[in-house]
């Protein structure tokens, strides 16, 4: 090539730019992909969701009943949304309220187990929009989440591998589009939600200053674990609480290149182990951290599930 010819990306122009950029959509979203990493997604996300239903169902007619804590009516008053639903909204007695949560928990064990996981996880999904829309005082980060997780399991084939479904067709699980689509619609959700997170957290003057972290630990009514004697070491809480900010702020743009990826997800566990630790959250730490575990690819998958084989076979 000589000095005054064009390079090949100049010589293509704008159509060429284009042709690259709708090539690379397309391979992001819709190249097969291994369900592996989704069903692995699918029992943490079941198990989670069957203990939220179960403590709804400790106590079904205060939450959700007609008589509850909050009455339908006062619900519709205070979020003024035409378009809130929810199957609470449709009984008045408590026994129906302990049988429709009774039938999400149903739904959720199943979707542990890969049982109709289809069936399950769509069920699983309204009973839990359900919950939230009738009950929006005691909705949390868990149930955000929990959403979250549950609607890629309802968009892709979370139970063709460590499914009763699976074992019950004998069937050998293939790549699939479904798959990549749903990990993907969980990966892009997951780095809009930490995005957003952070960029919240840069306009509090405690996260710039290094004492945000020191406020939850020092908040009585929602820790889990005293750790007051971290008051003796501000250094320490100031560059825990900086560390968290900016790999809030970050995840998005460095949890996708393969050399920055494994320190991200690295760092996802003592960020949510520590916010359930010091504020009495352990649920919600824990469904962020499965949420994380879509960006594994199902290779690591693998080579945790044979080496835990033949260590199974070497002590049999």
Request: proline share 6%.
């Amino acid at each position: 090539m000589t000095a005054s010819s064009p390079s090949p990306s100049t010589a293509r122009g704008p159509r060429g730019w284009c042709a690259e950029w709708l090539a690379g959509w397309n391979a992001f979203w819709f190249t097969p992909a291994d369900p592996l990493p989704l069903a692995v997604i699918r029992i943490c996300t079941g198990a989670l969701l069957a203990w939220s239903a179960f403590v709804w169902l400790l106590d079904a007619p205060a939450f959700f009943g007609g008589d509850g804590w909050l009455r339908p009516a006062d619900v519709w008053r205070m979020n003024d949304q035409p378009w809130q639903w929810s199957w609470y909204f449709c009984i008045s007695t408590a026994a129906a309220a302990r049988l429709l949560t009774a039938g999400l928990l149903v739904a959720a064990v199943c979707l542990t187990l890969g049982l109709a996981t289809p069936l399950a996880a769509l069920v699983s999904l309204a009973g839990l929009v359900s919950a939230a829309n009738r009950t929006p005082l005691t909705t949390f980060g868990l149930d955000d989440t929990l959403g979250m997780l549950l609607v890629p399991l309802v968009v892709g084939p979370a139970g063709a591998v460590l499914s009763l479904d699976a074992l019950l067709g004998r069937r050998a699980p293939q790549p699939s589009v479904r798959a990549n689509i749903a990990l993907r619609l969980l990966q892009v959700h997951l780095c809009v939600v930490y995005f957003f997170s952070g960029c919240g957290k840069l306009l509090g003057a405690s996260w710039w200053e290094g004492t945000a972290l020191w406020g939850a630990i020092a908040n009585v009514q929602y820790r889990t674990l005293d750790l007051t004697g971290l008051a003796r070491h501000p250094l320490v809480v100031n560059a825990l609480t900086l560390a968290t900010l900016w790999w809030e702020v970050g995840y998005a743009a460095l949890v996708w290149p393969r050399l920055t990826r494994p320190l991200v997800l690295a760092m996802a566990a003592p960020v949510h182990l520590g916010i359930g630790l010091a504020m009495g959250m352990m649920e919600f730490g824990l469904a962020m951290l499965v949420a994380n575990l879509a960006f594994i690819p199902a290779d690591a998958y693998r080579a945790v599930f044979l080496r835990s084989s033949s260590t199974s076979e070497r002590l049999a």
